[in-house]
Every structure is written in structure tokens, then in C-alpha cells.
């Protein structure tokens, strides 16, 4: 479970919010706080008051997978492989098991071919699909995505969900400006002005967002 108690930090106030559901989206207008409150909760952002916690613990004492909007400015080596390697190696994992989980999760993502590549070299889906790579490498418990999809054609798009859905992550987290996805969660924040406007499933949320631009074109289609 994550809990959210009395969390105030820069735009956010969340007075009280247990999230219990595997699959958790965040949705909401620019500027809500979805960026800060995805931060907030992968321990990046240290909140100005209250907590988050994860099945009791600490967000910071977890192994937390992140995929931030702009992979641009979060990946930190210069080749494919050690940045994939990075958490396996950052947790003293012998050579060949980082070896492996490297050559795995490349697999997972659709991404063997490069493995040898510079990162420079690479368009946005690509680092998009080495920055996701990179997060579940090390089997994180918490698996947070900000807009990973937002670089990616539709068919990329569906194989990074398939990831996401297998990895071992207790709970994902992720942000999205698509509502076909967010309609594939187990559970819905719609943030406004900072706030969880409301939550609950795809189908409670959005039956309160019928008439906004936030409600899924396909559903209105079969509507
Ligand atoms: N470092 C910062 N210092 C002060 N204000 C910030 C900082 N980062 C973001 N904000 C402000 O907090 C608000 C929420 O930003 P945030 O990035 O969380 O929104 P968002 O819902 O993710 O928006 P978008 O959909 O545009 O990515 C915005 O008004 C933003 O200008």
C-alpha cells in the first residue's frame, strides 16, 4: 500500500489518500502536480511537510524504479549498456548476474540491438526505452513513470504497457496525457490546482469526467 498523509510540497496538498491498487495512473490539466507528486513519491523530491509511505516504509527505502518525462536529462552514462547497468551495479551485483539482468531487461523492453550503442546517438523513444530499461533492470518494488509514453509510436507503446504490467514492482506509478491508457490502470488520480480531485477506478473517475476533454475518445465512441 502507498499512504499519503498530510503531504504538503509546493503546489501539492493531499490531506490523506491510501492507495491499495497495483496499477495506479495520474491524470489532470497542466501544472496539477502530477510531475511533483510522482517525485515526491520516488523520494526525489523531499516533501516540505507529511510523508509517503510504502507498505510502511519510507519511499527512500525502497528500491524504487524511475522514468522521468525528459530521458534526456536523467540518463547518466554514455553508453546503453551501463546505463542499464547502473542500478544492478549500484547494488554490488557480481559482474555476471549484472551481466544477465542488463541482457534481460534489454530483451523485455525490445532493445537488445542497442545495447552497444551511445547514448547520444539515440532518438527520444529510444532513450524513453532505455530509461525504462534501466528502472526495472533491478526488479524495483515501486515502478514510476512520468509521460514515458509520450515519445512512443502506438506499437511501442503497447509493449512497453506489457512491461510494465510484468514487472515485479508491487505497485506502479505513472503519469500520462493519454486517456486510452489511463483507462488500462487499476485505479485513477485526477489532480486539479494540487489536489486529488477525485480517485477511484477508470470507470468511477471517468463517468465524473464525461463532459471534459479527460474522458477516453474511444469510450465516447461506444458510448
Ligand atoms: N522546482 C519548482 N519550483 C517551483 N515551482 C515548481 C517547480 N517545479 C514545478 N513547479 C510548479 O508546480 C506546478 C506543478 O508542476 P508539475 O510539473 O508537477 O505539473 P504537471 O501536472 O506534471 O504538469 P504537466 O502536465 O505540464 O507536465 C506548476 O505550476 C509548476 O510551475
Redesign the pocket.
Same mark, same amino acid.
Given at each position: 500500500m502507498i499512504r499519503i498523509a498530510g503531504l504538503r510540497h509546493?503546489?501539492l496538498d493531499i490531506p490523506d489518500l491510501a492507495l491499495e491498487a497495483r496499477q495506479i495512473a495520474v491524470i *489532470? @490539466?497542466? *501544472?496539477? *502536480?502530477?510531475?511533483?507528486?510522482l517525485e515526491v513519491c520516488a523520494g526525489i523530491e523531499e516533501p516540505g511537510e507529511g510523508t509517503v509511505r510504502f507498505l510502511d516504509h519510507p519511499t527512500s527505502a525502497v528500491k524504487v524504479g524511475w522514468v522521468g @518525462?525528459f530521458p534526456d536529462r536523467t540518463l547518466l552514462f554514455s553508453r546503453v549498456y551501463d546505463e542499464i547497468a547502473s542500478s544492478p551495479r549500484f547494488r554490488h551485483r557480481s559482474c555476471s548476474e549484472t551481466d544477465g539482468r542488463v541482457r534481460a531487461a534489454a530483451e523485455r523492453v525490445g532493445i537488445p540491438h542497442l545495447l552497444k550503442r551511445s547514448v547520444a546517438t539515440l532518438s527520444g523513444g529510444e532513450k524513453a526505452l532505455v530509461a525504462l530499461a534501466a528502472a526495472v533492470a533491478d526488479d524495483p518494488d515501486l515502478l514510476i513513470l512520468? @509521460?514515458a509514453d509520450s515519445h512512443l509510436d502506438a506499437g511501442t507503446a503497447e509493449r512497453v504497457r506489457g512491461v510494465v504490467r510484468e514487472s515485479t514492482a508491487a505497485h506502479v506509478l505513472w503519469?500520462t496525457?493519454s486517456m486510452e491508457t489511463a483507462a488500462g490502470a487499476d485505479y485513477l488520480l485526477f489532480?486539479a490546482a *494540487?489536489a486529488v480531485r477525485h480517485h477511484g477506478t477508470p470507470e468511477e473517475v471517468f463517468s465524473l469526467l464525461e463532459e471534459t476533454c479527460f474522458y477516453p475518445t474511444l469510450w465516447r465512441m461506444l458510448r
Open positions: 509546493r503546489v *489532470g @490539466e497542466n *501544472g496539477s *502536480g502530477k510531475t511533483t507528486l @518525462e512520468d @509521460e503519469c496525457q489532480m *494540487g
